[in-house]
């Protein structure tokens, strides 16, 4: 096999190997990386209602 193919597969293989490994790093950082969800901060909901109170014939 001549040295100009030998050295293409070569970096043939380094190049798949780099991008499988900036697939799987970029898969770790969406997951453990911090939320970009854009909730609201609601903070603590008031309780406005009488509490339950359990009753012996509720059941």
Same mark, same amino acid.
């Given at each position: 096999m001549p040295q100009c193919y030998q050295e293409i597969s070569i970096m043939g293989i380094y190049k798949l190997f780099d =991008?499988? *490994?900036?697939?799987? =790093?970029? #898969?770790?950082?969406?997951?453990? +990386?911090?939320?970009?969800? #854009?909730?609201? #901060? *609601? +903070?603590?909901?008031p309780f406005s209602d009488d509490p339950y109170k359990p009753r012996r014939a509720d059941w």
């Amino acid at each position: 096999m001549p040295q100009c193919y030998q050295e293409i597969s070569i970096m043939g293989i380094y190049k798949l190997f780099d =991008s499988i *490994t900036e697939y799987i =790093s970029e #898969a770790v950082v969406r997951i453990f +990386g911090p939320n970009d969800d #854009a909730y609201p #901060a *609601t +903070g603590l909901q008031p309780f406005s209602d009488d509490p339950y109170k359990p009753r012996r014939a509720d059941w």
